[in-house]
Every structure is written in C-alpha cells, then in structure tokens.
C-alpha cells in the first residue's frame, strides 16, 4: 500500500507487489505495459481504498491475503468505465472530488497508525461500504480476500 501526499495536500493511493527483482514487481498503474511505473489515478486509488477498507489493517500482512491480480483487474475494469456499478462510479467520482478539494481519503483511521493525524472522509467511507454491500452479486470482477494465507489461486510469481 503506497499512500502519496502532494504539496497541496492531495492524497493518492496505489499498491506495488513486490516481487524478487524489481523485474517482476507489479503495481495497479495505468501503463501496466512498463512495470518499473508506479502511478496513480482515481481507478487505482479507488482500488487500494477497497483494499486498505477491507483489509484488517492491524498486521504488516492484512494486504498480503489478496491476490494481487484480482485487484489488478479489478482496477483496470474501474478505468475501463464500462459496466460498473452506481456505486463504483460514486466512489470514482467522490475520489476525484476529494482529491480536487485535498481532502484526506482515509476510509478510517488506520489501527497500525493511530496517531497519523488522518481524518476521515465520510463520503468515501459510505461509498465503500456501498460497494461492498454490492459485493460480487453486482460486480463479480470486485476483489475478495483469499480464504486463508497461501490459499489463493492464480496469484503473481514473485
């Protein structure tokens, strides 16, 4: 989980797999073709909030129980545009609106990191909830946590 501030303030979210050799690293960029590239973008920031609003957040390994390439796609069908949900187009443009006003996107106040001074945006907070609600009956493509540590299928090869 990669969290970037701007000098005004703007926050951008992503993620990077990690993999032996930065040769096979992988990130949620919209160049997925020069995988040395991290960037952001409203797709990718909205993904790793799922992630981070998701996840339990109370380990170094709360991330590591999802496969990277569910998230990946997932991203990639949020920049697509098409075929999303009413509340995945919320959430796209309630990042974009926060990231505009530099408000703080954090969903909730990190437990490994209480004392970071984040503010809670409510807005994002109910959209990710919303999405999740959805769940995968609206958008099989959402991404969901494996069933256990090493039980993941399909996963990336570090």
Not at 51 to 63: A, K, L, V
Not at 79 to 107: C, F, H, I, K, M
Request: aromatic share 8%; charged share 10%.
């Amino acid at each position: 989980m990669i969290i970037g501030y701007a000098s005004s303030g703007t926050q951008s979210w992503t993620m990077e797999f990690l993999g032996d050799t930065p040769s096979s690293n992988l990130n949620l960029s919209s160049s997925p073709t020069d995988l040395s590239t991290n960037v952001t973008d409203q797709a990718s920031t909205a993904a790793a909030l799922y992630i981070f609003f998701e996840s339990q957040n109370d380990s170094d390994q709360s991330f590591d129980l999802w496969n990277f390439n569910t998230i990946v796609s997932w991203a990639q069908k949020l920049r697509g545009g098409s075929g999303l949900s009413a509340n995945e187009t919320a959430l796209l443009s309630d990042v974009s609106s926060s990231q505009s006003g530099g408000l703080s996107l954090y969903p909730t106040v990190p437990v490994w990191n209480p004392q970071n001074g984040a503010t809670v945006n409510s807005k994002i907070l109910a959209d990710l909830e919303a999405v999740h609600s959805d769940g995968t009956a609206v958008d099989p493509s959402l991404p969901t946590p494996c069933p256990g540590a090493g039980k993941c299928t399909g996963t990336p090869t570090p």
